[in-house]
């Protein structure tokens, strides 16, 4: 059991809304991801958090946002929805900074569709 | 930039019978390598690991070697059991950067029947 979750599980949302999306890390772990895993694909990577600052950031718009609490919480934001933008979201969680080879444990995922 | 490829599926084996799936990695630094699998519903859990050239990762009767000069990180099981059926992603964490960016192949799925 990795001890990361995530809500909601399933969310629908018609364009141009915004979103949040919720993940709560395993107690301990400094690091969290979020990755956009569109059906039949592999996850992409959209951004990682570090001790409440971004650090590092994939190849999407700014209208995806994060934001890393403290309490080991964490949130994706997503403005202006589009339809493309429908897919399985996950979290992940490490120990490390980053530049290591920490193993990130991942949530179940929140299913977002965009109608 | 650095990515992964892995065979095609979908892949149906008979129950017991060997596994292997084949997975290809381009990376300029010296990646440590992953394999995830997915139930479905479910999300990613890592499955094995290896961060250096010739190492072998192992679990639930499931192996793979770091092969630096084929740039290789094929996934293998002796006897595969239903409980097996899955999509299973080679990936790899690119060290280059000051954070840990893991890189994900496109999946393969993998059924077995009784």
């Known amino acids: 059991e990795t001890g990361v979750t995530q809500s909601p599980t399933h969310l629908i949302k018609t364009r141009g809304q915004q979103v949040t999306l919720r993940c709560s890390s395993q107690?301990?772990?400094?690091?969290v991801s979020w990755y956009q895993q569109a059906l039949g694909q592999g996850p992409q990577f959209i951004f990682q958090?570090?001790?409440?600052?971004?650090?590092g950031r994939g190849n999407f718009p700014p209208r995806f946002s994060g934001l890393q609490f403290p309490n080991y919480s964490s949130e994706l934001n997503v403005n202006a929805l589009e339809l493309d933008d429908s897919a399985l979201y996950l979290c992940?969680?490490?120990?490390?900074?980053?530049?290591?080879?920490?193993?990130?444990?991942f949530g179940p995922g929140t299913r977002l569709t965009v109608l | 930039g650095d990515s992964v490829t892995q065979m095609e599926g979908p892949v149906t084996l008979s129950e017991e019978a060997f596994l292997t799936i084949n997975c290809t990695y381009t990376?300029?630094?010296?990646?440590?390598l992953f394999w995830y699998v997915q139930y479905p519903g479910e999300g990613l859990q890592l499955l094995l690991k290896?961060?250096?050239?010739?190492d072998k990762g192992s679990n639930k009767g499931f192996e793979a070697t770091y092969r630096k000069e084929t740039t290789s990180f094929h996934l293998e099981k002796g006897s595969v059991q239903v409980s097996d059926s899955a999509v299973y992603f080679c990936?790899?964490?690119?060290?280059?950067?000051?954070?840990?960016?893991?890189?994900f192949g496109p999946g393969t799925s993998l059924s077995v029947i009784p």
């Open positions: 958090y570090y001790r409440e600052e971004e650090n």
């Open positions: 992940a969680s490490s120990l490390g900074a980053g530049g290591s080879t920490d193993t990130q444990y």
């Open positions: 990376a300029t630094g010296y990646p440590s």
């Open positions: 990936a790899l964490s690119d060290l280059k950067t000051s954070y840990d960016k893991v890189i």
């Open positions: 290896a961060t250096k050239a010739d």
């Open positions: 107690s301990g772990h400094n690091t």
